[in-house]
């Protein structure tokens, strides 16, 4: 028996009407950035491996496929994630001194899913602003998100912030060597206190206590004032928690809190941070933040702040999509046939012209209507 149709593991189609859905989908959240002054911008499947992995990107090593190529001889990536990739337009290419905004639309490769129930090729949309390093930037671009959750017309939508910055804060002002701290970040990242705890055994107080708050330290403006009174009072904690208090202040009614464990991204964030959930899911469907200085590599270590989400898990969000419907007409010569369909596509009607000896199959083309002649010429009936 043949095996040629089967996908490897974590890769599926997007069959109709899904397809669709996501394209349609797709071009409304990228007008949402457009208007908001965010230009396209496409970079290449693949680039060379050390443009994909610099600096703090490289938490992305086991992520990404690698080939050689065949021209040059040297190593390639195929992307796993879309950020750095902008980060290098913004530092290279772009080459603008104030803010530039910059949005994008693709898919990405992963060796691994991110969970049991991710795809390795998730379709990931987002946007990036580039050149501003006040708390501003971040407040529009927690606007932006928030619009682009709405109009996705998820159910359910909660945001939650957290602020890399202040571990690592944290960490400057322990003394906590480099190994440690990397075990500590993944050991807040998935919660887990007891391990924390023996990471922190060693330090002295008040950092020890504070590490060891963190994930007890969620919810809303009153997990942020129980912040401020049993974190140390540094300058750059106290920033971190300005940050945030402002974030949250500006979301106004919707779901929005903080996680001060809610270590997220792939390395190279260094300050507020962003996770968005919708539909009952416990896996984020946008995760954003802050990571300045990604574009140093290139020689423009600027400002930097954006989040992107993933198409593919938001469709398993939102409730099946109803038939598009359209309308079938006969296959003909007709100069009055041809010139009604020209006109009714021209207003955005889908029409379907029916081939010769497919009338037993109507209802595998969806349309719910039929072009008939009657006195008034080719008009739409129901079908």
Same mark, same amino acid.
């Given at each position: 028996?043949?095996?040629?149709?089967?996908?490897?593991?974590?890769?599926?189609?997007?069959?109709?009407?899904?397809?669709?859905?996501?394209?349609?989908?797709?071009?409304?959240?990228?007008?949402?950035?457009?208007?908001?002054?965010?230009?396209?911008?496409?970079?290449?499947?693949?680039?060379?491996?050390?443009?994909?992995?610099?600096?703090?990107?490289?938490?992305?090593?086991?992520?990404?496929?690698?080939?050689?190529?065949?021209? +040059?001889?040297?190593?390639?990536?195929?992307? *796993?994630?879309?950020?750095?990739?902008?980060?290098?337009?913004?530092?290279?290419?772009?080459?603008?001194?104030?803010?530039?905004?910059?949005?994008?639309?693709?898919?990405?490769?992963?060796?691994?899913?991110?969970?049991?129930?991710?795809?390795?090729? =998730?379709?990931?949309?987002?946007?990036?602003?580039?050149?501003?390093?006040?708390?501003?930037?971040?407040?529009?671009?927690?606007?932006?998100?928030?619009? *682009?959750?709405?109009?996705?017309?998820?159910?359910?939508?909660?945001?939650?912030?957290?602020?890399?910055?202040?571990?690592?804060?944290?960490?400057?002002?322990?003394?906590?060597?480099?190994?440690?701290? +990397?075990?500590?970040?993944?050991?807040?990242?998935?919660?887990?206190?007891?391990?924390?705890?023996?990471?922190?055994?060693?330090?002295?107080? =008040?950092?020890?206590? *504070?590490?060891?708050?963190?994930?007890?330290?969620?919810?809303?403006?009153?997990?942020?004032?129980?912040?401020?009174?049993?974190?140390?009072?540094?300058?750059?904690?106290?920033?971190?928690?300005?940050?945030?208090?402002?974030?949250? *202040?500006?979301?106004?009614?919707?779901?929005?809190?903080?996680?001060?464990?809610?270590?997220?991204?792939?390395?190279?964030?260094?300050?507020?941070?962003?996770?968005?959930?919708?539909?009952?899911?416990?896996?984020?469907?946008?995760?954003?933040?802050?990571?300045?200085?990604?574009?140093?590599?290139?020689?423009?270590?600027?400002?930097?702040?954006?989040?992107?989400?993933?198409?593919?898990?938001?469709?398993?969000?939102? =409730?099946?999509?109803a038939p598009v419907g359209g309308i079938l007409a006969p296959?003909?010569?007709?100069?009055?046939?041809?010139?009604?369909?020209?006109?009714?596509?021209?207003?955005?009607?889908?029409?379907?012209?029916?081939?010769?000896?497919?009338?037993?199959?109507?209802?595998? +083309?969806?349309?719910?209507?039929?072009?008939?002649?009657?006195?008034g010429g080719w008009t739409p009936r129901p079908?």
């Amino acid at each position: 028996m043949t095996t040629a149709w089967l996908l490897p593991e974590y890769l599926e189609d997007i069959l109709p009407p899904f397809a669709g859905q996501a394209e349609r989908l797709r071009r409304r959240l990228l007008d949402l950035f457009d208007v908001h002054g965010y230009e396209l911008v496409c970079p290449p499947l693949v680039e060379y491996l050390d443009s994909l992995l610099t600096g703090a990107a490289r938490d992305l090593d086991l992520k990404t496929f690698k080939v050689v190529d065949g021209l +040059s001889g040297r190593m390639l990536g195929v992307r *796993a994630d879309m950020t750095p990739q902008v980060a290098r337009v913004d530092a290279h290419l772009a080459g603008r001194q104030g803010v530039a905004r910059l949005c994008y639309a693709g898919p990405v490769l992963r060796t691994r899913p991110d969970g049991l129930l991710a795809s390795r090729e =998730p379709f990931q949309i987002g946007a990036e602003l580039f050149g501003h390093a006040g708390i501003e930037a971040d407040l529009e671009v927690q606007a932006l998100l928030l619009d *682009a959750l709405a109009t996705a017309g998820l159910p359910g939508i909660r945001l939650s912030l957290g602020h890399v910055g202040l571990f690592r804060a944290l960490v400057a002002e322990s003394g906590l060597d480099g190994e440690r701290a +990397s075990a500590l970040f993944v050991a807040l990242r998935g919660k887990d206190v007891p391990e924390v705890e023996i990471l922190t055994d060693a330090l002295a107080m =008040p950092w020890r206590e *504070a590490f060891r708050r963190l994930p007890e330290l969620y919810g809303g403006a009153g997990a942020l004032a129980e912040a401020r009174r049993l974190l140390p009072e540094t300058p750059a904690v106290g920033t971190a928690l300005d940050d945030l208090e402002r974030l949250l *202040a500006a979301a106004g009614g919707a779901a929005v809190s903080i996680d001060l464990a809610d270590l997220r991204g792939d390395g190279y964030h260094n300050g507020v941070t962003f996770a968005a959930y919708a539909g009952g899911q416990a896996r984020a469907v946008a995760l954003g933040g802050r990571y300045d200085g990604a574009g140093a590599v290139f020689g423009r270590a600027r400002p930097a702040t954006g989040f992107s989400l993933d198409l593919r898990q938001i469709l398993d969000c939102l =409730p099946e999509p109803a038939p598009v419907g359209g309308i079938l007409a006969p296959h003909g010569d007709d100069a009055g046939l041809r010139v009604k369909i020209a006109e009714l596509r021209a207003a955005g009607e889908r029409v379907v012209v029916e081939l010769p000896g497919q009338a037993a199959y109507r209802a595998e +083309s969806g349309c719910d209507r039929e072009l008939v002649m009657d006195a008034g010429g080719w008009t739409p009936r129901p079908l």
